[in-house]
């Protein structure tokens, strides 16, 4: 079992900067591929960001490709995701999740946090 709780967001205007965090229990943090996920108002979510067990692999989604940074500590069992040049679309509330697998879909993730809100005024 694995639980997941993400702080950081708020309001930032766009050009911004906001670093996400995720911090996770248990002792089998460095197995998990962890994810973040974004869903805007009426629309589903989405993935943005993963990163394996030990660091080696990354995938973004192109949306936030050269903006956004994600990263781990497992030593902390703590993923972050650092968001730059924000835009009035990266407006959304922002979900980490732990996957057992190493893909992009919602279906490959076991355990979710509660999100955090994100809002880019313009």
């Known amino acids: 079992q694995v639980q997941l709780v993400e702080s950081g967001g708020g309001l930032v205007q766009a050009g911004g900067s906001l670093r996400l965090s995720c911090a996770a229990s248990?002792?089998?943090?460095?197995?998990?591929?962890m994810g973040w996920f974004r869903q805007a108002p009426g629309k589903e979510r989405e993935f943005a960001a993963r990163?394996?067990?030990?660091?080696?692999?990354?995938w973004y989604a192109n949306s936030i490709k050269g903006r956004f940074t994600i990263s781990r500590d497992n030593a902390k069992n703590t993923v972050y995701l650092q968001m730059n040049s924000l835009k009035p679309e990266d407006t959304a509330v922002y979900y980490c999740?732990?996957?057992?697998?190493?893909?992009?879909?919602?279906?490959?993730?076991?355990?979710w946090g509660q999100g955090t809100q994100v809002t880019v005024s313009s």
């Open positions: 990163i394996s067990g030990s660091g080696s692999s990354i």
């Open positions: 248990g002792r089998t943090f460095s197995s998990y591929t």
């Open positions: 999740a732990a996957s057992s697998w190493d893909g992009n879909s919602r279906t490959e993730y076991d355990y």
